[in-house]
């Protein structure tokens, strides 16, 4: 029996074993560059509630101004009226005071509509955010498998070439 064929069929063997290690680590490294690219996309989470707690501070804010401000107009416009000597307790100053109340009202309904919108749509881009990260994940995930697979192929090629050149030499008899 000659030397050169076992050390090539030695070779094959390593060469096998060598790329299946190559690829698992290279499994390993999708594997933790798609969690890390998740944890990015996810730190949006934050960012994003940040975002409605202010949207949500920004209109309870803005609603108790409102009305302070039409409490304050409302008897602004009742002190007028009864400095000019007007009758407060029926006919048009207080038709004006009920429309007034009925258009603050309005404001008040719209101002919570858009808030409510608002918080729809940081709700929406929280979810597209979340769905962003699981995709990552998955490529990640992916990616790790088709290495690992590549890496046992590369195994399963060493082993039959180390086979078939034990077979072609007769390296273990005729």
Request: proline share 2%.
């Amino acid at each position: 029996m000659s030397v050169l064929p076992a050390m090539i069929a030695l070779l094959q063997l390593g060469s096998g074993v060598k790329a299946q290690s190559a690829a698992n680590k290279a499994a390993k490294a999708a594997k933790e560059a798609g969690e890390f690219n998740a944890e990015i996309i996810e730190r949006d989470l934050d960012l994003l509630d940040i975002q409605k707690q202010i949207v949500n501070k920004n209109y309870l804010q803005t609603e108790a101004e409102n009305r302070y401000n039409f409490r304050a107009m409302q008897g602004q416009a009742r002190a007028n009226y009864a400095y000019g000597g007007v009758e407060l307790s029926m006919g048009s100053p207080i038709e004006v005071m009920r429309q007034n109340a009925r258009l603050f009202e309005y404001d008040q309904h719209k101002l919570k509509f858009e808030k409510t919108m608002t918080d729809l749509q940081i709700e929406d881009r929280k979810e597209s955010v979340r769905l962003n990260a699981e995709l990552s994940r998955m490529e990640g995930g992916m990616a790790a498998a088709s290495a690992r697979s590549q890496g046992q192929v590369s195994l399963l090629q060493g082993f039959a070439g180390a086979a078939d050149t034990a077979y072609t030499t007769n390296m273990f008899g005729p």
